[in-house]
Structure formats: C-alpha cells, structure tokens
C-alpha cells in the first residue's frame, strides 16, 4: 500500500468514526442532559461527592474482552470450517473488515454508557436524600392483595424449594451482570440490524433512568431483604431467616452481596453498584428488554433470554431483593418505552431484515 492510499484509508477511518458519532446524536445528547441533572441534584442536595462519572470504566475492558472473543470465533470458524487458501491473509483481511465496519457504531456506546451508568448509579445513591423510603409497608401490602394474602416468596419457596433449587436461582441471577453486559456489546457492534439496535440503545438509557432514576425516587423503597434493618418491620424476617439456613447448605450470593450494599449505605460509601432501590425492579426491566432484544433477532436468543427473563422475575421475590409489584410494575413500563422509542426510531431508520 502506498503512502496515498495509507493517507486515503486513514482519512475513510476518520469520516467512518466521526459518522459513528453523528448517528448517535439522540444517544450521547440524552446521556449528556442526564449527567447535567445528576450535576444540578447534587448540587442543590450538597452531595456533590457522588458526582464520580468513571465509576464503570472496568466496562471497555469488558467490551475489549468481548471483541477478542468475537474475533477468536471468527478465526476458529475460518480456520476450522471456511479453510481458504492463503489463510494468514484471509483472516487478517477479516479482522481489519470487522474493525473497520463495527468499530466506528460501537466507540460512541463505548464512551458514553460508562458515564451513564455511573450517573445512575450516583441518582441511586441520592434516592433516599431527595425522597426517603416510605413505601415498603404499602408495596408488602399490595404483593399480599394481589396473591390472594399470601407473601409471593412463600409461593417461589414451596415451588422451589431446598437449597439446590435456591442455589441454581442464585446463578441465573448472578449471571444478570454476565448477560446485561455481553447484550450491550452485542448491540453495541452489531451492524446487521440498525433499527433493533438504535431501538435497545435508546430503551436502555430510557428505562434506567426514567425508571430507576425518576420513578425510583417518587416511589422509594429497600426491599423485603432491607425493611427490618431500615424499619425494624419482621414481615420478611422468615424469608430471610430461611435464605440463610439454605445457604448453610449451598451458598447464597445474594446474602452476602445484600449485606455488602448495606455497609456501603450505612457508611456513605459509593463504589459500584451502591444505592439501595427496589421499586422499580431493573434487574426485571432489562432482562425484559434482553429478552425483546432476543426475539426480534432470532428464535434461538429469543428462548433464552426469554427464560432468562423470567428467572430474574421469579428469582428477584425468591432471594428476598423485591416485591412481586416491583417486577410487575417494571414489565409494564418497559414495554411501554420499548413500544413508544420503537416508534420514534421506526420514523428514522428504514426496516429490519425479518428474524432467522
């Protein structure tokens, strides 16, 4: 390759990444508004400690760690299946396509969704400061009402029941972070399917901050695992003296990260993940949103994330994390943001090729 053509490669590669940006206007502009509320908040609340923006940049390391095992699979395929000759070539001309046709779409979502995750997660740290939880009496009535008197972790625990079963519900719960990060990146360097992407990205930011960010607030409450350290309340005291005597027998994570949340909340401490919130449920609300993800993309995903979701959904009242309303609440609203910013990015982006 000459010195022209290097320059002229050079130069493709930048129009591409500056157009990467350009098509992300709506993504980066929201994530920028809702930082400058994050800055405004704790301002006036006096809490600018919790204004840390680089919380999360363990994230492109994953999102690294995504594209090495992505372009591992690619070699293997071609190695074992494709074999063509010239091999060395063929896969470097393979890597250096992918780079240049997926590179330029991600780098904006790999910029900006550790800002905004670190941006919710300091909201979440400021739910009790701008509304004190109150509504964790009103959310374990309602779960009652609703299941006909009956707690909803009393109806998991007798149709799951033993510590095996709780501990496998512990893994699929567990695996919400695995499954939450390698879905962003998914759609992150996904190029096949513009609309389903621009329409996850979008509905992603959307449902956490509206949802966990602003309803969050409005209707603030801990949890079942939380409400009698914070109130003194023992309606859950049973489910959790059971959660324990389980992981006597196999361990339960859940226990063991609920009281690492707590030490941060009671010490002020912010490090990832820390904030205490239970309604809405976004555990529920993007595993939904993985699970629409899935089923626009191919009946295989679809299934799984499918099952996916409803593990989260059962496994959020089981380990003692939230009330059935919680869930409840999250599946309707997701959908309805999922429906509204498909039909905004439906006005933008032509239509998807039909799911495999």
């Known amino acids: 390759m000459t010195r022209i053509q290097e320059a002229e490669a050079r130069s493709s590669l930048y129009r591409e990444l500056l157009n990467g940006f350009r098509v992300h206007i709506p993504f980066i502009a929201y994530i920028l508004c809702y930082m400058a509320l ?9 809490r600018t400690e919790v204004i840390r923006f680089n919380m999360y940049d363990v994230l492109p390391i994953g999102s690294l760690i995504f594209i090495l095992a992505y372009f591992l699979g690619r070699t293997l395929n071609i190695v ?37 995750m670190s941006t919710f997660t300091a909201f979440k740290v400021l739910i009790p400061v701008n509304n004190p939880y109150s509504w964790d009496a009103t959310f374990a009535a309602l779960d009652a009402f609703i299941h006909g ?35 962003i990146n998914w759609m992150a360097f996904s190029i096949e399917k513009p609309r389903l992407r621009m329409q996850f990205l979008l509905a992603f930011i959307m449902t956490w901050s509206l949802l966990g960010s602003g309803l969050g607030t409005l209707l603030s409450s801990v949890g079942p695992c939380y409400l009698e350290r914070l109130t003194g ?15 006597e027998v196999r361990p339960i994570w859940a226990l063991g990260t609920q009281d690492m949340l ?17 309604m809405p449920s976004m555990h529920v609300a993007s ?22 979701f409803l ?46």
Request: glycine content about 8%.
């Open 38 to 46: 994050l800055i405004m908040v704790a301002y006036l609340q006096g």
């Open 80 to 116: 074992i299946v494709e074999r063509p000759a010239g091999m060395g070539r063929y896969i470097a001309n393979d890597i250096r396509q992918h780079i240049r046709e997926r590179l330029p779409i991600a780098l904006p979502v790999m910029v900006f969704l550790p800002l905004f």
């Open 149 to 183: 008197g009956v707690q909803p972790w009393q109806l998991t625990h007798a149709l799951i029941n033993g510590p095996q079963a709780t501990f496998y519900v512990n893994f699929a719960y567990n695996a919400w972070f695995f499954t939450m990060f390698t879905v």
């Open 233 to 247: 309340a023992d309606t859950y005291a049973p489910l959790m003296a059971h959660l324990h005597q389980l992981s």
């Open 262 to 278: 707590w030490n941060s909340f009671s010490s002020k401490e912010i490090i990832l993940g820390s904030g205490i919130s239970a």
């Open 287 to 308: 595993a939904l949103l993985f699970a629409l993800v899935g089923c626009r993309s191919n009946w295989v995903f679809g299934t799984i994330l499918s099952v996916f």
């Open 311 to 356: 593990c989260i959904l059962v496994g959020s009242v089981h380990l003692g994390w939230h009330y059935a309303v919680d869930g409840y609440v999250s599946i309707v609203l997701t959908l309805v943001i999922w429906w509204a910013v498909g039909r905004m990015v439906g006005r933008l982006l032509p239509e998807d090729p039909a799911p495999a």
